[in-house]
């Protein structure tokens, strides 16, 4: 048992993805007792964050969106779910503490959740933790075995930012639109902001730039960057969306057609992975450019010291890999480090390039658009599974 949250009218919603792990079918039901057969649609199950969807008969009620960026020790919160079975059952409490990290076992571990005092119980987990105005503020996720009154959910903002590479185009439809947007959340102050175009992008087709603040894609009014994935999903590659953008403070309109990933970004290969999450793994057909030998500078921006693995190396054994570069040490605080990346582990990808040689991670690194790839992705093989997360590089 589990709760969920409506994030769009179309039935997508998001849980835990410890609510639906491993299960062989999920039937959702709404407040007004209508059920409806789910489907996966994807996860992430370090973030423990999952979308599911239903085919519902009618649009449905989305929950109102708040903002963890202004959370107050003591405040009033409200927790609903479907605790022990009992559904919408609601409890009251404050925000005990924020910023807590919760280690679960070797697998799993939170960081930064709001620690809350409303009763929690087993069903709860992926139900929305309310303001007193109503709006979410986080998602129910885990309770203090033995304790009292020990409750913990992630920040509403910290679940978008999962959210929105959950239903990024680029992983459910290979489609892309290039925009890199970065959510600034400050109280009711919170907008999408382009911080980067991919080159020869449709968002760089469509004329916008760095520092633009999305206001409005198709019907869908734009907070973040959760709103604008959702807001082309479904969208086939060559339709055009109208995009309201605004700059310096003026207003514009651009159409921004669908990509698709072909050419320099063609998709290698895209696999389900049992209790990890989906992967898209897309290369570039652009010749990596000359460069020093890799060391210092993967070192000093990512905290890693790699060396070159063949691609007859029995990790790479049915795998669609070329090689990888493994991991030889991890600088403790890098980014790396902060990722749970560790020794033996194989990096296989940098942004859309694999990085099968030192070559190909200094030509990512020393790209001279490297500061608009933050996040940058990355890709690793781990005992012959792939994961992958997103570097917050900061500008160099």
């Known amino acids: 048992m589990g709760t969920g949250i409506v994030i769009d009218e179309r039935g997508y919603i998001v849980t835990n993805y410890h609510v639906v792990q491993d299960v062989d079918t999920l039937q959702v039901t709404l407040h007004d007792d209508s059920t409806y057969t789910a489907r996966v649609v994807s996860f992430d199950s370090r973030e423990d964050l999952a979308i599911i969807k239903i085919s519902a008969n009618k649009p449905l009620s989305v929950m109102p969106l708040g903002t963890s960026s202004d959370l107050m020790l003591g405040e009033d919160v409200l927790a609903i779910g479907n605790a022990f079975g009992y559904p919408h059952t609601v409890t009251r409490g404050i925000i005990s503490a924020l910023g807590r990290n919760v280690e679960v076992n070797e697998e799993q571990a939170y960081h930064n959740l709001i620690q809350i005092d409303a009763a929690i119980n087993p069903g709860n987990s992926g139900g929305p933790l309310i303001n007193r105005d109503g709006d979410v503020i986080g998602i129910n996720v885990a309770i203090r075995a033995g304790a009292q009154k020990i409750?913990?959910?992630?920040?509403?903002?910290?679940?978008?930012?999962?959210?929105?590479?959950?239903?990024?185009?680029?992983?459910?439809?290979?489609?892309?639109?290039?925009?890199?947007?970065?959510?600034?959340?400050?109280?009711?102050?919170?907008?999408?902001?382009?911080?980067?175009?991919?080159?020869?992008?449709?968002?760089?087709?469509?004329?916008?730039?760095?520092?633009?603040?999305v206001v409005?894609?198709?019907d869908v009014s734009i907070i973040d960057s959760a709103d604008f994935e959702r807001s082309l999903l479904g969208k086939t590659a060559g339709e055009k969306v109208s995009v309201t953008y605004r700059r310096s403070g003026e207003e514009g309109?651009?159409?921004?057609?669908?990509?698709?990933?072909?050419?320099?970004?063609?998709?290698?290969?895209?696999?389900?992975?049992q209790g990890k999450m989906e992967l898209e793994v897309t290369r570039s057909a652009q010749a990596v450019t000359p460069a020093a030998a890799t060391g210092d500078r993967a070192w000093d921006?990512?905290?890693?010291?790699?060396?070159?693995?063949?691609?007859?190396?029995?990790?790479?054994?049915?795998?669609?890999?070329?090689?990888?570069?493994?991991?030889?040490?991890?600088?403790?605080?890098?980014?790396?480090?902060?990722?749970?990346?560790?020794?033996?582990?194989?990096?296989?990808?940098?942004?859309?390039?694999?990085?099968?040689?030192?070559?190909?991670?200094?030509?990512?690194?020393?790209?001279?658009?490297?500061?608009?790839?933050?996040?940058?992705?990355?890709?690793?093989?781990r005992e012959r599974e792939t994961l992958y997360g997103h570097f917050q590089i900061a500008a160099r």
């Open 216 to 218: 409005k894609s198709g």
């Open 301 to 381: 921006v990512l905290g890693l010291r790699l060396s070159k693995m063949e691609s007859e190396s029995e990790i790479f054994q049915g795998q669609s890999y070329h090689g990888g570069m493994q991991v030889e040490e991890v600088r403790s605080g890098s980014p790396a480090y902060r990722h749970g990346i560790r020794k033996g582990d194989v990096l296989v990808g940098l942004h859309v390039w694999e990085t099968v040689t030192p070559e190909n991670v200094d030509y990512v690194l020393k790209h001279p658009q490297f500061s608009s790839f933050s996040p940058l992705k990355f890709f690793i093989l």
């Open 253 to 273: 309109t651009v159409e921004l057609q669908i990509g698709r990933l072909n050419g320099q970004r063609s998709v290698a290969g895209r696999q389900q992975l």
């Open 151 to 213: 409750g913990f959910a992630i920040p509403i903002d910290d679940a978008r930012r999962s959210i929105a590479r959950l239903l990024d185009i680029e992983r459910l439809n290979n489609n892309s639109h290039g925009l890199i947007g970065r959510d600034e959340k400050h109280g009711e102050d919170r907008k999408l902001v382009v911080a980067g175009i991919s080159a020869n992008s449709p968002a760089a087709a469509a004329g916008l730039r760095n520092g633009d603040i």
